[in-house]
């Protein structure tokens, strides 16, 4: 089971979910989990972030440079969901609940099923 942030956007059907958990795909292949997910800034910053280790790696030597790399690495693949989430409020989706389930869908479709209704104002 994981746990899964809720967030909604007013005028969209289906919310979106980010799980609360470590990414194998952000971890393994940064580059392309920040293109998938738009994350721009983030891929500049793992750029930057490589060719610091690179010019690092001249001076302390390759083994060094390899193990900030896997660093770097684990790092993203930790912060993988904050990212995600981050983008979201700058998107102007608004944070709703954490919900528990076994996988993205069903977190969007117990949200669904125990949301709160919304009242009508013109009754």
């Known amino acids: 089971m994981t746990i899964y942030s809720v967030f909604?956007?007013?005028?969209?059907?289906?919310?979106t979910v980010v799980p609360e958990k470590f990414s194998w795909f952000a971890a393994v292949l940064?580059?392309?989990y920040a293109l998938v997910?738009?994350?721009?800034?983030?891929l500049f910053a793992y750029v930057a972030a490589v060719v610091a280790i690179v010019?690092?790696?001249l001076w302390l030597g390759g083994e060094a440079g390899f193990?900030?790399?896997v660093l770097l690495a684990v790092l993203i693949?930790?912060?993988?969901a904050g990212f995600r989430r981050g983008k979201l409020r700058a998107k102007g989706w608004i944070y709703r609940s954490d919900v528990v389930a076994g996988a993205a869908d069903?977190?969007?479709r117990d949200w669904l099923l125990r949301r709160p209704t919304q009242v009508?104002?013109?009754a």
């Open 8 to 15: 909604e956007r007013p005028n969209e059907i289906a919310p």
């Open 55 to 57: 010019a690092a790696s």
């Open 77 to 80: 693949g930790f912060e993988a």
């Open 120 to 122: 009508s104002a013109a």
């Open 67 to 69: 193990w900030l790399y």
């Open 30 to 32: 940064p580059p392309v």
């Open 37 to 42: 997910h738009g994350l721009w800034l983030g």
């Open 106 to 108: 069903l977190a969007q």
